[in-house]
């Protein structure tokens, strides 16, 4: 179902990675995964949990799974109903990630040597599928409305930003709605314009980035922020580029291979900025304490 976004709609094209990387973490994140489902050998059991707790996360789970089910069949309903449209593509998303959920969830009662399986341990693997169940939603479109919002304000930032700067350092430039109008002609901001295919394909690679690198939620959430945030600027960035060229060229001088190339180099960048962020993010700033070998060491008398 999404394949048809992916090979029609140039903003979504980077879904022709989602299986690659979806695996990927899963291959990276097997052994955990095989501990519970299987066992180890050795392993002490888990303790028992409190019946109330166990029946709680017990009827959360297997609610969530056939209310899963029945979205999941609302949008094939819908996409045989009417054909390929997004609503149908996100009911189908939603309720394929959170089947799956689910289904982790419910599969892990007991492992393959017939131990039951604690409630913590059977979130801690739950914790597992949160990328491959969900990161699906951002390579299917996000609903019309969302979408359409989200390229407006896009469009607003950067024609703004642009029109400023301009301003601000004496070039005469006049802004009408999302056109500049130039000494040498109108510079129309259209969607292309706008960084949502920079905005959706950053959004998915600061997702995979924090599945493979982080565990905290934090971490997580704050490296997906930056890597919209950043996917913003340097957008604005490749505008001001732009716009300069047209400002001294004419706009004919920046149609076809130089509006793409750039547009493409925004998402390279964005990605490199992006495992910068992440290095930074993993480097141990501050020494760890030293050992009680290293303490020794260092006290020993020179002779």
Known sequence: DQMYYWLNREDYEFGFLVSIFVMYV??????KIRSVLVGEPNAAPDPPDKPAK?????????????????MFMIGVFFRLITGINEFSTVMM????????????YVISAADARGRPVGVPRRLQLVNQFWFPSFAWLISAPL????????????????TTVVFGLFDFLGY???QEGNVLVLPKGNVGVADACSGIRSLTGCLFAGCFLAAIYFEGWGKKIFLVVMAGI??????????????AVAYNEGPQAIEGTIHDVTG????GVTCVLLLVLVHLMTKQWIPPPPTDEELADSQTPCE
């Open 26 to 31: 899963v291959h990276e994140r097997w052994g």
């Open 54 to 70: 166990r029946a709680f996360f017990g009827l959360t789970f297997y609610t969530g799974l056939f209310a899963a089910l029945i």
């Open 93 to 104: 998303t939603l309720g394929f990630g959170f089947y799956w959920m689910s289904v982790v």
């Open 143 to 158: 609903l019309v409305l969302l979408e359409t919002r989200i390229k407006t304000w896009l469009l607003l930032v950067v």
């Open 172 to 174: 005469p430039i006049t």
């Open 230 to 243: 950043l996917a913003v600027c340097t957008n604005v960035i490749r505008s001001i580029i732009l716009t």
């Open 264 to 267: 493409y180099a925004v998402l």
